[in-house]
């Protein structure tokens, strides 16, 4: 699993809303954003990915050089990965990615919140 350096973090963090309710934490070695308990955008080595309504992924993916979001051999459903030719790019680019995750942002925050799991019941201690 492809491990994101401490610059592609700090770049993940530049571009993500500063609307208090965005919660961004590790995962996998990763990072994942999270609005009322649904992730919006990760992180997965460089690649950051974008959870977009389908009209907006579509959009997206017909529009740009779009890469799958997460292992290769199993990439996230319902995920874009944004183009990496814009982290190469630079000018403008953070732009773009920024509004992307704004949108990701906006269509997840409407989304029913996500439950939280019960606490798994602990199981009694063999005597010995």
Known sequence: MPKPSEA???HFRSVMPTDPDVMVKPM???LGAFVNGNMFAGLFGPTIGVRLSEADRTELEASERTVPFGPAERPMRGYTGLPEVWNAEGDGDE???KAWV???YH???GLPPKEPKEPKASKPRAKK
């Open 102 to 104: 704004t949108k990701a």
């Open 95 to 97: 732009a773009r990615e």
């Open 8 to 10: 592609d973090k700090e």
């Open 107 to 109: 269509y997840v925050a």
């Open 28 to 30: 996998f070695g990763n």
